[in-house]
């Protein structure tokens, strides 16, 4: 479920939540499941037995092999924030609760680059009071190098460009393929992201449509394909300064299958909550809070694949 429609529909959650969207287009694509308490015991995926022989004979037993249930405890962390503005707004002739409602807004753009940067880069073991991101949670199994130097994906339609550009939507499209089910998303850096639509859209595996909200779609074969934003300071996320192999110019494509509950997913106590806590001091208060984690609850549902390079 997405976390709109878990979060209230009041209008100090509805303004913030709006906020968000602008510089958190993840929480577009994330799926929520909600739960209370301060952590849930997520019962994580698991297969059935290895079967080396599926036939037997007449009046013969099945060997049965019974499940071995793995549960992981996930702390949910507070993202939090405030909206405030001056009483005597209203005494100059202005309508305070229009500026408070615009300053909710705004606060919540700001709060939504770091909310954004956190989805990809957060480390619990460096700030206790952040969640784990999505670069955290990978398991080291499902983090590959496209190639052992990086792989170029260069434009110009020359034979070792066009080869080059062959290559890197087939290394893509295996990509997409390693995750059981398929991957429901890919998120990279904006400017790999420019280059692999071009080259798609001219080997023709794009495709391009619209959500429910009228938002544009970009699609490489069946699978979303997303920049990964901006961090706080406005930097790039996924850039292109990883090192793989010998090559120090590289970026990361993350890959997962967002699932309610399942797969990837987030967890969330109510969504995003916003109140209006009424005067403090001298000032009017809008407060908002979101509960939530990030859950790997299927360890197969998110690959982390480094080495993309723009040039050489």
Not at 6 to 12: E, G, L, Q
Not at 117 to 138: C, L, P, R, Y
């Amino acid at each position: 479920m997405k976390l709109a429609k878990i979060s209230p529909s009041d209008p100090v959650s509805k303004i913030a939540l709006e906020g968000l969207h602008i510089s958190a287009p993840i929480l577009l694509d994330a799926e929520f499941y909600e739960k209370g308490g301060a952590a849930d015991s997520v019962k994580k995926a698991r297969k059935g037995a290895a079967k080396a022989k599926i036939t037997r004979s007449i009046n013969e037993d099945n060997i049965i092999t019974g499940p071995s249930p793995v549960y992981e405890a996930i702390a949910k962390k507070v993202v939090s924030f405030d909206a405030k503005v001056d009483v005597v707004l209203e005494d100059r002739g202005e309508d305070p609760f229009t500026e408070l409602a615009l300053q909710t807004k705004l606060e919540a753009i700001q709060a939504g680059f770091k909310l954004q940067g956190m989805f990809f880069e957060a480390d619990s073991a460096t700030d206790g009071e952040d969640f784990d991101g999505m670069k955290v949670i990978t398991p080291v199994a499902q983090r590959v190098n496209v190639a052992t130097n990086g792989l170029i994906v260069p434009v110009g339609n020359s034979d070792a460009n066009s080869a080059l550009q062959q290559t890197a939507i087939e290394e893509l499209q295996k990509l997409m393929d390693m995750i059981p089910g398929g991957a429901s998303h890919l998120y990279m850096n904006q400017f790999l992201k420019a280059r692999l639509l071009t080259v798609a859209k001219a080997l023709g595996y794009y495709d391009k449509s619209k959500d429910e909200l009228g938002n544009s779609i970009d699609r490489i074969g069946d699978v979303i394909v997303r920049g990964a934003g901006y961090a706080a300071d406005k930097s790039r996320l996924l850039p292109q300064t990883e090192t793989t192999g010998t090559s120090n110019n590289c970026s990361s494509i993350i890959a997962v299958r967002w699932g309610e509950g399942i797969d990837l997913t987030g967890l969330t106590s109510k969504g995003l909550v916003g109140r209006h806590t009424g005067q403090s001091g001298n000032f009017l208060v809008n407060n908002v809070n979101l509960d939530m984690a990030l859950v790997l609850q299927n360890a197969e549902s998110i690959i982390k694949s480094a080495g993309w390079r723009l040039n050489a």
